[in-house]
């Protein structure tokens, strides 16, 4: 039978006797899945031309058994095509990251962060299941996986050392106005820095007080804690009402008003 298929064998572009001799030698649906899964040409349509026509030539020469074989290979491409069956790629601890993507999507982690695993392979394994999803035309589980990288890639950045992130200017601005030297301090430079009043200023604060929190960062936690509170309070009450107390407490003075429980 090999002369049979050495025409479609040229056309198709795939060793298409090598892949009728593993077929051959599957003994289960699993053997024929790793086969698929193996070779990422099966599952292309010029694949599944040439494996119907070897099919058909098979059974016109009278071997059943081959185009029987060949049948179920074509229905276990189609089957790993249209499910979301994705492949490691060759990196470290591939497994592992793929486990945590799941938990992290399964358990709504937050900040959606892999626990015990090289952060970079891990965004290798989710970049390249988002590909993959695209690839097959599962749209809403491409979106998922998009969003989870742009959220993990936003907390990783939040979490990582101050030297290795770059800082967008409204995080410098927010850092500078944390970093300053007393509450007066603090209250001119928010006077001079409206910009930390707005809705992003607030959204970026909450998300790094989050991971302070899940990184059991309390001081950091707390102080972002604190100033996330004077935003927004003043966006309300005016910067001079939300500092007088503050102010008046640092300087020994007893506080002008009573102190505001919320």
Sequence with gaps: MAGAF??????ALIDLQSVIERTKAAGSMEDLQSLVIGDAYLQTPEADAC????????????????????GALRQVISAVRNSPVFYLPDVPGSREAA??????MEQRREPPLPQGIDIENFFQVLSAFRQQSEEKGLTDLATAFGDLEQRARAAAALTAEPQEQ??????????????????????????????????????????MLQAAASNNQEQAAEVLSEHL???????????????????????GEAPATPSDPN
């Excluded at 486990?99 to 992290?104: D, F, L, M, V």
């Excluded at 966006?235 to 008046?248: E, F, M, Q, S």
């Design 229 to 251: 509170r004077i935003i927004e309070q003043a966006r309300t009450k005016g910067i001079a009402v939300v500092y007088a107390d503050l102010v008046a407490s640092e300087d």
């Design 51 to 70: 494996l119907a026509t070897a099919a058909a030539d098979a059974e016109a020469a009278g071997d059943g058994d081959l185009a029987a074989r060949l």
């Design 99 to 104: 486990g945590e993507i799941r938990a992290i």
């Design 6 to 11: 050495v025409l479609h064998k040229e056309i």
């Design 166 to 207: 770059e800082l967008t200017p409204l995080a410098q601005t927010a850092v500078g106005w944390i970093d300053t030297d007393d509450w007066r301090a603090s209250q001119g430079f928010l006077q001079d820095h409206p910009e930390l009043l707005s809705d992003e200023a607030s959204t970026m604060l909450s998300s």
